[in-house]
C-alpha cells in the first residue's frame, strides 16, 4: 500500500528543489524493487514495481512510466501524469523528454551517498542505450544533490512520525529499565525490547538482530556487537542503543544506566560522564543551516581530547530518516572512508544524531541524542540524557 501522504510531500519538494537545482530533470529508473531495492523509491511512488518503471520529475511536475498492470496504482496517487506501456517504455520516455528538452537528466548513482545510488548498473547501461543517438546522449548526471536534499530536509508528516519513533524508543527503555533484574543477560534485555516492539508491531531502525546492541559493563566487546550471555557487575554500567522503526520511520540513540544508587557513583565515572556530555555539546554548537558536517565533527573531537580521551574511531552524526542510518551530509571527519559527506553543507529541517563514548573500567560510556536543524541552530528531538541513570 503506497504512503499517498510522503509521496504527495515529497514530491512537491522535489519540484522545488528542481526549480533551483543544476539539473533540468530527476529520473528514478528501476525494476523488480522487491529483489533489489531503490531507496528514493518510497519518496516518488511508495510501492514496489517489477517491469522497468521510470519516475521523472520536471520543474513543471512529473510523471510516471509503468507497466500496464502497476499503471493504477500510479493514478491512485493522485500525484504523476500516469503513461502505461505494454512492450517498451521508449516511446512514452522520448515523448516526455521532446517535450521537456532537458539538457541535463539526473539520475541516482553516487560515490558517497547510499541513498542516492540506487541505479544497479544494468539499469544504467539500459538507460544509455535509450538514449544512444537521441539528442539527450550524454545528459544524464549525479542526482546526488538532488537526492540529498530530498530525502535529508523533513516533511511535515516525516518529522512528526520521527518525533514519535524517538518518543517510544525513550518510552520502550524507560519500561525495560523498570522490568529489568541483575541476572538478565545481554541478550535478556534484547529479548525483553524486542518482545515488546512485535506486540506493538514495530520494526528496528537497524538490522533487527544488532538492535538494540546491549553491552554489560568492562567485559562487553564493543561496537555493533550482537548480545550476549554477559550479566551486569554492580558498579558497572549498562551501555544501550537502540531506536524503533514506527509508521516507516526510525529513531536512534544511546543510553546508560548504573548498576547501583545514585550516591554510590564514583565521581571519576560521573567526571567521565560529563567529558562525553560536554563533547556532545560542542559538536552540537555548530550544526546549524550552511555550516560544513566535518566542522561539528572537529569541535567535538578537539573537546574530548583536550580533557585526555582519545579520539573516537566514527563521525560525530549522522543523518536519521527513514532508517537510522540515512545517507547526505555526514557530521564526520575528513576520512577517505567517508568521501565528500562530510564536506557538504547541514540544511535546516534535516534531522541528526550527534553521538560519541569513551571506554572506562565501569563500560563504555556512550551517548547518542538526535537534534533538528533549525533556521539559526538545533533543537533536541526529545529531552537528552544529562546524567546518569541508576537501575538495580
Known amino acids: 500500500m503506497s504512503d499517498t501522504v510522503i509521496v504527495e510531500e515529497k514530491s512537491a519538494q522535489a519540484t522545488e528543489i528542481l526549480e533551483g537545482s543544476d539539473a533540468d530533470a530527476w529520473l528514478t529508473f528501476c525494476r523488480e524493487t522487491v529483489e533489489i531495492?531503490?531507496?528514493?523509491?518510497?519518496?516518488?511512488?511508495?510501492?514496489?514495481?517489477?517491469?522497468?518503471?521510470?519516475?521523472?520529475?520536471t520543474e513543471d511536475g512529473s510523471h510516471v512510466i509503468i507497466g500496464r498492470h502497476d499503471a493504477p496504482n500510479a493514478r491512485d496517487l493522485g500525484v504523476h501524469e500516469v503513461h502505461p506501456y505494454d512492450e517498451s517504455l521508449r516511446e512514452p520516455f522520448m515523448e516526455i523528454l521532446d517535450d521537456v528538452e532537458p539538457e541535463t537528466i539526473a539520475v541516482n548513482f553516487s560515490e558517497d551517498n547510499n541513498t542516492a545510488d540506487g541505479l544497479t548498473y544494468g539499469m544504467y547501461r539500459r538507460l544509455t542505450g535509450l538514449l544512444e543517438g537521441t539528442d539527450y546522449e550524454g545528459s544524464l548526471v549525479s542526482a546526488d544533490p538532488v537526492v540529498a536534499e530530498l530525502r535529508g530536509v523533513k516533511s511535515p508528516t516525516e518529522r512528526e512520525r520521527i518525533v514519535t519513533a524517538a518518543e517510544t524508543s525513550a518510552e520502550l527503555l524507560a519500561s525495560m529499565t523498570e522490568?529489568?533484574?541483575?541476572?538478565?543477560?545481554?541478550?535478556?534485555?534484547?529479548?525483553?525490547?524486542?518482545?515488546?516492539?512485535?506486540?506493538?508491531?514495530?520494526?528496528?531502525?537497524?538490522?533487527?538482530?544488532?538492535?538494540?546492541?546491549?553491552?554489560?559493563g568492562a567485559e562487553s566487546d564493543l561496537g555493533h556487537t550482537l548480545p550476549g550471555d554477559l550479566t551486569l557487575p554492580e558498579g558497572e554500567v549498562l551501555h544501550i542503543d537502540f531506536g524503533v522503526n514506527e509508521d516507516g520511520y526510525a529513531a536512534d540513540m544511546q543510553r546508560l544506566?548504573?548498576?547501583?544508587?545514585?550516591?554510590?557513583?564514583?565521581?571519576?565515572?560521573?567526571?567521565?560522564?560529563?567529558?562525553?556530555?560536554?563533547?556532545?555539546?560542542?559538536?552540537?554548537?555548530?550544526?546549524?543551516?550552511?555550516?560544513?558536517?566535518?566542522?561539528?565533527?572537529?569541535?567535538?573531537?578537539?573537546?574530548?581530547?583536550?580533557?585526555?580521551?582519545?579520539?573516537?574511531?566514527?563521525?560525530?552524526?549522522?543523518?536519521?530518516?527513514?532508517?537510522?542510518?540515512?545517507?547526505?551530509?555526514?557530521?564526520?571527519?575528513?576520512?577517505?572512508?567517508?568521501?565528500?559527506s562530510p564536506m557538504a553543507e547541514i540544511r535546516e529541517g534535516e534531522i541528526y544524531t550527534v553521538e560519541l563514548g569513551v571506554d572506562t573500567e565501569w563500560g563504555y560510556l556512550g551517548l547518542e541524542e538526535m537534534v533538528e536543524v533549525t533556521e539559526e541552530g538545533n533543537e533536541y528531538i526529545i529531552p537528552p540524557q544529562r546524567e546518569l541513570r541508576t537501575i538495580s
Open 37 to 57: 531495492a531503490e531507496p528514493c523509491l518510497p519518496f516518488v511512488l511508495g510501492f514496489d514495481v517489477v517491469w522497468p518503471t521510470m519516475v521523472l520529475y
Open 179 to 216: 522490568s529489568w533484574e541483575p541476572d538478565w543477560t545481554e541478550a535478556d534485555t534484547c529479548d525483553w525490547l524486542h518482545g515488546h516492539m512485535t506486540d506493538r508491531g514495530l520494526g528496528s531502525a537497524w538490522s533487527w538482530d544488532y538492535c538494540p546492541t546491549v553491552h554489560h
Open 257 to 340: 544506566y548504573y548498576h547501583g544508587e545514585a550516591e554510590e557513583i564514583p565521581d571519576e565515572l560521573v567526571d567521565a560522564f560529563a567529558d562525553v556530555r560536554g563533547a556532545i555539546e560542542a559538536g552540537r554548537e555548530l550544526v546549524e543551516p550552511g555550516v560544513q558536517g566535518y566542522k561539528a565533527d572537529d569541535a567535538a573531537r578537539e573537546y574530548l581530547t583536550e580533557q585526555g580521551w582519545e579520539e573516537y574511531q566514527h563521525a560525530l552524526g549522522h543523518q536519521v530518516g527513514r532508517n537510522a542510518h540515512d545517507g547526505g551530509t555526514l557530521l564526520g571527519p575528513r576520512w577517505e572512508r567517508y568521501g565528500e
